[in-house]
C-alpha cells in the first residue's frame, strides 16, 4: 500500500510538473502571440515618440482648372482670395511650381504616384477614340469601358501615396476628383467616387458640402489613427454656375459675362478652402496637420465662350502648366516665399520624408523640405500629352509636346509626328511672361542647350 501511495503520488508529481510544464509553454506562446501582434502594429502605427505626439495628418488640396495668377497673392487686380491668401502666408510657398501636363487626368495621377506621366502611363483624359461613336455612346462603348480600365491597371501597378500612407496605419479619405474608377483603385481606404470617369458622387464635394471630409476625420480622430484627405473639388472648373453673391461682386469689374463667371468660381472655390482649414483648426488639429495646395492645371478663361482660351489648359505654355504650391505645417515648416522651383512630382517625396516613411525606389522628385534639394535643381520638364490616347501602353505614341524651364528660359520641343508644322519655341520668361516672341532664332545657343538637357531627361 504505501509503495502504492508513493507510485500514485509520484504520478501526480509527475502530472503538475507536466501540467506546470504545458501551462509555461502556453503562457510564452501568448507572450509571443502579443509580442507579434505589437511587432506589426509599431510597423502600421506611428511611435508617437518619433513626431513628440501623434504622426501628422495630411489635407491635400488640388485645385482644378486655375490659372496660376488667379490669386490675390500672386497679384491678381480683382479676385480675392482670403483663404488661399492665408494658406499661402502660413506655407513654405513656391510661385514657379509646375504640373507635367495640362491635362486633369495624368496631372492627378502624378500628383498622386509622384511619378511623370510617361512613367505611369497615363497619359491621356480617355482611350482612344471609336469611329462613328461620340458622347454618350462612344462613353459606354466596350471599347472605351475597356480603355479605361487599362488606364485603372496603370494606376494599380505603381505604388500611390494613399496606398503606401495605408502601409504605414493611415486612414485615407477621396473626394472630388478621380479618374481611375472606384476610389479604392488609388490605394485610398474611403472615398466617394465609385467608378465613373470625373469622379461621380466625388463632385458633390465643396460645390455642396464638406460634411463628407468632417464626418471621416471625426472618425478617424474617435479610432486615433492618423488620416489623409484628398480635396480635389470640381472648382472651378466649368461648369461656371457660381452662387449670385460671387458674380453680382465680379460682373461690373470683368470684360466679359464668361470671365467674370470664372473669376466667381475662383472666389467660391477659395471660401471652400477657408471651410475646409477651419474644419480641421475647430477640431484643434491645425498644428499636426499637413497641408498641400497644389493645381492640376492652368486655365485662361475665353472672353466669348464657356471654354478655355489658346496657351492654357492642353498647352506646354505657362498657362497650362505652372501653378502655386504651399506646404503647411505649423511649428514645423517655416513660412517662406521660395524663390525656387517646385513640381507637382515632388508631392510624394516631400510627405513621405516629412512622416518618416521610406519612398519607393527611383522616384523623380525632390524633398521640398531639403533646401540644398532645392537650391541644386536648375531645370524642370514636363509633357504634354493627347486628350485621348492613341496607345494606351506606349506613352511616346500620344506626345504633344516636351518642355524645359531652367531661369528665365523655356524650350517647348513639339513631337512632330503629331503636331506636324510646329517648330521649337524658346521664351524669355522674365522679360516676355505671355511667351509671344520666339528667340530661337537669336539665341540658338540656349536652345541647344536646353534642348540637350530635355533628351536626356526624356532618354
Known sequence: MLKAHHRSRGF???????????????????????????YVSAGLVFSASLFGQSPPNVVLIVSDD???????????????????????????????????????????????TGRYPHQ??????????VPGLQGKAYQESEMFLAGRQRMNDHMAQVPTLPRILKEHGYLTMQTGKFWQGHFSNGGFTHG????DRHGDDGLSIGRQTLKPIEDFIDMATT?????????????????????????DRMRPLAPSETIAKYWAMVEWFDATVGELMQSVESRGLSQNT??????????IQDPEKPRYAPKSKQSPYEGGVRTPMMIRWPGQIQPTDSPEFAHSIDIVPTLLTALKIPQPAELPGIDLLDDAARKDRKVVFGECFTHNANDLDDPKANLR??????????????NQAIERDAKNELYDLVADPL??????LTHPEIELDLLSQLDAWWK
Open 290 to 299: 499637413i497641408f498641400v495646395y497644389v493645381t492640376d492645371n492652368g486655365w
Open 66 to 112: 486655375q490659372a496660376y495668377g488667379d490669386y490675390s497673392f500672386m497679384g491678381h487686380p480683382h479676385i480675392k482670395t482670403p483663404n488661399i491668401d492665408r494658406l499661402a502666408a502660413e506655407s513654405l510657398t513656391f510661385r514657379r511650381g509646375y504640373v507635367p501636363s495640362s491635362l486633369c487626368c495624368p496631372s492627378l495621377a502624378t500628383i498622386l
Open 12 to 38: 501526480v508529481l509527475d502530472c503538475r510538473s507536466q501540467f506546470s510544464c504545458l501551462a509555461a509553454l502556453c503562457k510564452a506562446l501568448w507572450l509571443l502571440k502579443v509580442a507579434a501582434i505589437i
Open 192 to 195: 466617394m467616387t465609385r467608378g
Open 401 to 414: 509636346w516636351r518642355w524645359a524651364v531652367r531661369g528665365q528660359w523655356k524650350l517647348i520641343v513639339p
Open 435 to 440: 511667351e509671344t516672341k520666339n528667340l530661337v
Open 120 to 129: 505611369h502611363k497615363i497619359t491621356s483624359n480617355d482611350p482612344p477614340l
Open 223 to 247: 479610432e486615433k489613427q492618423p488620416w489623409m484627405v484628398w480635396y480635389a473639388p470640381l472648382l472651378p472648373h466649368d461648369p461656371h454656375n457660381p452662387p449670385a453673391k460671387y458674380l
